[in-house]
């Protein structure tokens, strides 16, 4: 049993991947966090979900473009994805999961089709679930930058964006433009999404932003205690997931998740 303990909570140290994917954690995990509790506020979740199963249409415009490393592909098409499905949703008539479904579907198969040329899609199929194991120190720093912008959005956003979401109409008889704050944030939102999407995956990503405001909403009393109540969530799981995938051999992503979910099932029994 010692030596098992050692194995999984000491020994990992000496390996520079895993030093890599703990720094990512932390720094991932209070972002989707952060984030998580806007989305979940104002009813956005299947739109951070419909940002994830696109990125697979900006790997394949990256791909297209000769592109080693298509992040930037990513961040341009998400943010104009965002763009475009804010603009429908306003100016259309059909419902917002409507039209998120219809953009869903249509990004994440043309996204299939694009990199199925030529039998090509098997390798890229590990975008599906992630790698936090393969991130680079390279990597560390627009994870890192992308932070300390949420954290800036925040502090001079929030409370506009808060009353945004509660009413649309009082916000706009305060003076705030209504449909610049919504649009910023789903624009963020699909940064924060294409940035992570590499190492936590399409399938996955909606998880990791939902399930810790989720989980902190339950046990919450006030929105300060939300915010921090989903932070400590989402890097608990995270830190504690990342330990239990490398002593048990499991895929770092999906385990991650599934500590979030005993986490969301342990605050559903204190409410």
Request: charged share 5%; with cysteine.
């Given at each position: 049993m010692a030596s098992f303990l050692d194995n999984a909570f000491v020994s990992w140290a000496q390996f520079g991947f895993m030093r890599?994917?703990?720094l990512a954690a932390i720094l991932l995990a209070p972002l989707l966090g952060l984030l998580g509790t806007m989305a979940v506020d104002g009813k956005m979740a299947f739109f951070a979900d419909s940002l994830g199963h696109t990125a697979l249409?900006?790997?394949?415009?990256?791909?297209?473009?000769?592109l080693s490393a298509p992040l930037w592909a990513m961040l341009i098409?998400?943010?104009?994805?965002?763009?475009l499905l804010s603009l429908v949703k306003a100016r259309g008539k059909a419902s917002t999961d409507t039209t998120i479904?219809?953009?869903?579907?249509?990004?994440?198969?043309?996204?299939?089709?694009l990199?199925?040329?030529?039998?090509?899609?098997?390798?890229?199929?590990?975008?599906?679930i992630g790698d936090l194991l393969a991130i680079e120190m390279a990597d560390i720093i627009p994870i890192a930058a992308t932070l300390a912008l949420t954290v800036l959005y925040w502090a001079f956003l929030y409370n506009k964006l808060?009353?945004?979401?509660?009413?649309?109409?009082?916000?706009?008889?305060?003076?705030?433009?209504?449909?610049?704050?919504?649009?910023?944030?789903?624009?963020?939102?699909?940064?924060?999404?294409?940035l992570s999407i590499r190492?936590?995956?399409?399938?996955l990503i909606s998880a990791m932003l939902i399930l810790p405001s989720a989980s902190a909403r339950n046990a919450a009393r006030n929105v300060r205690g939300y915010h921090l109540y989903s932070i400590?969530?989402?890097?608990?799981?995270?830190?504690?997931?990342?330990?239990?995938?490398?002593?048990?051999?499991?895929?770092?992503?999906?385990?991650?998740?599934?500590?979030?979910?005993?986490?969301?099932?342990?605050?559903l029994r204190r409410r």
């Open positions: 890599m994917a703990l249409t900006g790997i394949a415009i990256g791909a297209l473009l000769g098409f998400g943010v104009l994805y965002a763009l479904s219809v953009f869903s579907s249509v990004g994440m198969a043309l996204g299939i089709v990199l199925s040329r030529k039998g090509g899609f098997p390798r890229y199929s590990s975008v599906l808060l009353l945004t979401q509660i009413s649309g109409e009082i916000a706009a008889s305060r003076g705030i433009r209504v449909r610049a704050v919504e649009t910023s944030f789903a624009c963020l939102l699909a940064i924060v999404v294409m190492w936590v995956g399409v399938l400590l969530i989402a890097l608990f799981s995270a830190v504690s997931g990342l330990f239990l995938s490398y002593a048990f051999d499991l895929a770092p992503g999906a385990t991650i998740v599934l500590v979030l979910a005993a986490c969301y099932a342990w605050t």
